[in-house]
């Protein structure tokens, strides 16, 4: 059985976490449209691994790193009605997504 993000490698997951960071919100086009573009992409993900079921299809490196960062940075997203919550939200997503992205290994 394939893994729930299709996620098999540290290499993979470092990918994967990338395309979240190159989001336009968390680089400077900030208004409500891209922030909620960003928020729907981590929903996405965040539905996708809810659950017992999901849980147990993640391989070890979602677990272990694509999983902690995108709860982190769903449930830490700024509220869209809210633009006082959308620098700090912001914010930590990029923190959540670097912090539990796997770190490169030296050669």
């Not at 902690?68 to 997203?77: F, N, R």
């Not at 959308?86 to 912090?99: K, S, T, V």
């Amino acid at each position: 059985m394939a893994s729930l993000y299709g996620i098999e490698s540290e290499q993979d997951c470092r990918n994967e976490i990338d395309k979240l960071l190159q989001e336009p919100a968390l680089h400077g086009d900030v208004n409500k449209e891209t922030i909620a573009a960003l928020k729907s992409r981590l929903k996405e993900y965040y539905k996708k691994g809810s659950g017992d079921k999901a849980q147990r299809q993640m391989s070890k490196v979602e677990r272990a790193f694509f999983w902690p960062a995108i709860q982190d940075a769903y449930v830490h997203a700024p509220n869209l009605n809210s633009r006082s919550t959308w620098p700090g939200g912001l914010y930590d997503i990029d923190d959540y997504l670097r912090h539990h992205r796997p770190k490169e290994k030296a050669s």
